[in-house]
């Protein structure tokens, strides 16, 4: 069959890539957590990994397996392994490839948890530089001998920067360096990570990808494009797989099997469900927010509007470049002195004040006393974040009563 487009290809997915049994076109929720075997050998291979099956839903399932097609496929991608959440799917990716002594590279400009975890790992006896990764040269300046992994989002919540992906790319497949990028803000419609080399993926399906506030979910997907063999943190013990598994290997024993952040059988169901309208969303909500952010520059009440679609943004033409000519969903904003933070977000009809990004409805925080409140006055103007950035996240309703709504708060 030909092949559609990709928002044809989504709406079909979960039958076309799984071929669920009698006509359904779901995957079929799988609640069992053990599976036997009329012939032992056949269980003794499976944990062998000899042959494919399911043991223990802890480490695989049809449903997580059902997921983990569908969005390797999407994403272009060799393998995908599904987890709880996406904090768990960076902290198990990264507890099951780093060792004490290996140095790591990271952006400076971090989802907060991912920015606490990753100062955790300091204290496990992993090196780390935090850099600017908008220019691939603050990178090559700190990359040393021990360097294992680079670290980075497509662009940066909530200061919108965006990473040069394209060089960081190329740098690190010169360098042989794994480049590990969280694309939560820029899944499969937006970006297409394979072209900018990254090796692994890290994305948060709790946000865009299943959209609707009601499941939380991660994933790795591992592109296919890196050469484990080279690797020297594969476990003897995982080295009898192909080369291109290596790594996925061992990401699901040391990081999903050991750690145990499954993704429930349900989540997947719903993820997958979610994931039919990604394209749709998404081209609405970065619709809106380049929308809103026009309306945002030009209101006397907003002294500073960040958002890569706006021509004066430092990173503007590379977004348009990377992104399939959109912009994201995310934006921040600073108000004239004159305004109230909280009276103004208050004031406030339609659009949330809540945390959460990707969702189908408009929210709104300030962030320095909410989501980076833990990371301290130091960290946050590191990360170009001041005390009175409010940002927010666009849905998918229409962009005449969010512009209406904020008018209205504006002027109160
Ligand atoms: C939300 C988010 C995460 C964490 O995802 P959860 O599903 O909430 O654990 C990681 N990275 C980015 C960029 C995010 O926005």
Redesign the pocket.
């Known amino acids: 069959m030909k092949r559609k487009k990709l928002d044809s290809e989504l709406v079909h997915a979960d039958r076309q890539v799984n071929l669920p049994q009698s006509g359904a076109v779901h995957e079929a929720s799988n609640n069992s957590v053990l599976f036997h075997f009329d012939d032992v050998a056949d269980l003794e291979a499976v944990f062998q990994g000899k042959k494919n099956g399911h043991v223990y839903s802890r480490s695989s399932s049809s449903s997580s397996v059902a997921l983990q097609n569908i969005l390797a496929k999407f994403e272009s991608g060799k393998y995908a392994t599904v987890f709880s959440?996406?904090?768990?799917a960076?902290s198990a990716l990264m507890f099951s490839l780093l060792k004490s002594g290996d140095h790591i590279v990271v952006s400076k400009f971090l989802?907060g948890?991912?920015r606490s975890f990753i100062d955790s790992l300091m204290r496990f006896g992993i090196d780390v530089d935090y850099i600017d990764t908008t220019k691939v040269d603050n990178l090559a300046a700190v990359v040393k001998h021990n360097t294992k992994m680079v670290f980075c989002?497509s662009i940066a919540?909530p200061g919108t920067q965006v990473a040069d992906l394209k060089n960081i790319g190329d740098y690190c497949a010169s360098n042989s360096l794994l480049f590990v990028l969280?694309n939560?803000?820029t899944p499969c419609v937006l970006l297409d990570a394979k072209a900018v080399k990254a090796n692994l993926l890290t994305t948060?399906?709790?946000?865009y990808v299943s959209g609707h506030g009601n499941v939380?979910?991660?994933v790795v997907v591992d592109m296919g494009n890196f050469d484990w063999t080279g690797f020297d943190n594969i476990y003897d013990v995982y080295k009898n797989v192909e080369p291109d598994a290596l790594g996925t290997t061992q990401i699901r024993k040391k990081g999903l099997r050991d750690i145990g952040a499954t993704l429930a059988a349900q989540s997947a169901h719903l993820i997958s469900t979610g994931l039919e309208t990604l394209s749709m969303r998404m081209m609405k909500i970065c619709e809106n927010a380049l929308k809103v952010s026009q309306f945002l520059a030009t209101h006397n009440g907003v002294t500073k509007v960040l958002y890569p679609g706006l021509p004066e943004h430092q990173q503007h033409v590379l977004a348009k470049e990377l992104f399939n000519g959109n912009f994201g969903g995310i934006l921040s904003f600073e108000l004239d002195a004159s305004i109230d933070v909280r009276s103004f977000i208050n004031a406030l009809d339609m659009i949330l004040s809540a945390t959460h990004?990707g969702d189908n409805r408009t929210l709104i925080l300030p962030v320095a006393s909410t989501i980076f409140y833990e990371n301290g006055p130091e960290q946050r103007e590191e990360m170009g974040i001041s005390d009175t950035l409010i940002r927010m996240s666009l849905g998918i309703e229409n962009a005449d009563d969010i512009i209406q709504d904020l008018t209205q708060a504006l002027h109160m």
């Open positions: 959440t996406g904090m768990a960076i989802f948890n991912t989002e919540n969280d939560t803000m948060s399906l709790t946000k939380l979910g991660g990004l």
